[in-house]
């Protein structure tokens, strides 16, 4: 069972400059308090087929965490052109968001960014030689969620004790046990929210 759910994120400034810094608000549950931090990573993928190109654009830290509704605003720096090769500078590229508790990964969502010229002439006849002042990103509001089991160090107060008296039920299934792959759900203002 997760400790911490993702229940939206939202890109305040999408589409952008290039070169903009990418800002976005975080909204998760957390079912049981947490007495460290959670550490949210910003990953640009821009080679998918070489790690080694990868950029993390920031890290923050939040906690402790209390139990309930939480959200946080993020800012990550835009990536850095001269690590991107040139062949895929255009075109689509990854954006990832990492949460992590104690150095394990517990959520990855993954993005679409589309990076092209700001005009038409541009799109259709590119320069030889990349002019990132003029470039452009549209991140997709379709995110690809992944989840992964890790250790939590709480337990949820609901989980291991039963009022006196109480009647007892057949289990309901937790989001848990539902498909790893979250669609999102359009809301206003370019928001998503993410629900199984």
């Given amino acids: ?9 939202e890109f305040i400034n999408n589409p952008a400059k290039f070169s903009d810094v ?22 640009y993928v821009s080679s998918p087929g070489n790690e080694d190109l990868d950029q993390e654009l920031d890290d923050c830290l ?3 965490v ?11 720096s835009a990536p850095d052109p001269i690590k991107i090769p040139s062949d895929d500078v255009l075109g689509v590229a990854a954006l990832i968001l990492t949460g992590s508790y104690k150095d394990q990964e517990f959520v ?25 002042d003029r470039l452009v990103r ?7 969620v992944t989840r992964f ?24 299934p937790s989001a848990n046990d539902l498909d790893d792959t ?3 759900k359009p809301k206003p203002n370019g928001a998503m929210s993410l629900s199984s």
């Fill in 62 to 64: 939040v906690g402790p």
């Fill in 182 to 184: 979250e669609e999102e």
């Fill in 138 to 144: 549209d991140i997709s509001l379709k995110p690809r």
């Fill in 149 to 172: 089991q890790i250790k939590w160090d709480v337990i949820p107060a609901q989980q291991g004790s039963t009022a006196a008296g109480a009647a007892t039920s057949a289990a309901v």
């Fill in 1 to 9: 069972m997760s400790i911490v759910t993702i229940r939206n994120v």
């Fill in 22 to 43: 990418y800002r976005f608000r975080v909204t998760f549950e957390c079912i049981a308090p947490l007495k460290d931090d959670l550490e949210w990573k910003l990953i």
């Fill in 108 to 132: 990855r969502v993954g993005y679409y960014q589309n990076t092209e010229y700001d005009n038409e002439e541009m799109k259709e006849n590119p320069p030889a030689k990349i002019m990132f």
């Fill in 66 to 76: 209390p139990a309930g509704v939480n959200s946080f605003e993020f800012e990550g």
